[in-house]
């Protein structure tokens, strides 16, 4: 169970399931339960006035059980590490699929591993729409019927 919090509310906002929202002077937002829907008053009446969070688990999850104004020295707060939204770009997608289709290649025995990143450089390329390869066996196979090699000759 997580130790008793101090939070100095700075806006409330209710939720579509009944929960309210709690954010603090750091940002931080903290999560009032519709089961304890009494509590919610405390905190949407005393935006701006420190309140002692008491912290119950449920399934290994901590939640607030129960809340009380505070009122002696407000400690320093420290703000919760945010997490980090990591999204992938179209690039990097078109990458790990090349690397991955080519590592299937060398499985199924139809392509030499020390050619994995040759292939996985082909299949990227198409996949981003570019045409070059640096080799032409590796655009055989993903080309298949369709690949003709342009000698220059008519």
């Known amino acids: 169970m997580k130790a008793p919090t101090i939070i100095t509310p700075v806006s409330c906002e209710l939720d579509t399931y009944g929960h309210l ?11 009032i339960n519709q089961k304890h829907a009494k509590l919610h008053p405390l905190f949407t009446e005393n935006t701006g006035k420190a309140v002692k969070l008491i912290w119950a688990t ?3 999850k901590d939640y607030v059980d129960d809340a009380e ?10 703000a919760t590490p945010k997490a980090r939204n990591v999204a992938q770009t179209t690039e990097s997608k078109s990458r790990a699929f090349a690397l991955s289709y080519a590592k299937d290649l060398v499985v199924a025995g139809k392509i030499e591993p020390d050619k994995i990143f ?3 450089t082909a299949f990227e390329w198409f996949l981003d729409g570019k045409v070059e390869t640096i080799d032409e066996e590796a655009l055989k196979i993903l080309l298949g019927k369709h690949f003709q090699v342009n000698t220059g000759k008519e």
């Open 69 to 78: 104004l505070f009122d002696g020295v407000v400690p320093e707060q420290v």
């Open 21 to 31: 929202n709690v954010t603090d002077t750091l940002g931080n937002i903290t999560r």
């Open 58 to 60: 449920y399934l290994n």
């Open 118 to 120: 040759s292939y996985a």
